[in-house]
């Protein structure tokens, strides 16, 4: 599935396995400290785990699609700014769509 980023980037987003959404979805933790306080960890690799798994190809220097049992290269995730990335990642997030298009009442 072809996107466009807001830079302008054209992305392909492939459909990844439940266990790849799972194992994703899983990455981010919320930990309880003292007095109520809380903290969110493993954003930036949870961010990084999406765009390995569901980054299919696209507008990249030296890199246009994934071949077969390829895994993404570094060098490509290093092209994306950081406002690249988390566009990218919630883009994939949208496209993996599990279940019902249409929720039962």
Known sequence: MEKTLSSGRKVLIKEMTIDQIDACKDMVQIVFVED???????????RTAWIRAG???GDFNGFSRLKPGEKLPDSVIKQLTD??????AMKIQEAQVVGE???SN
């Open 55 to 57: 980054l299919e190809g």
């Open 101 to 103: 298009s249409k929720p």
């Open 36 to 46: 109520n306080a809380k903290s969110i960890r493993n954003l930036a690799a949870t």
């Open 83 to 88: 406002a690249e990335k988390e566009e990218l």
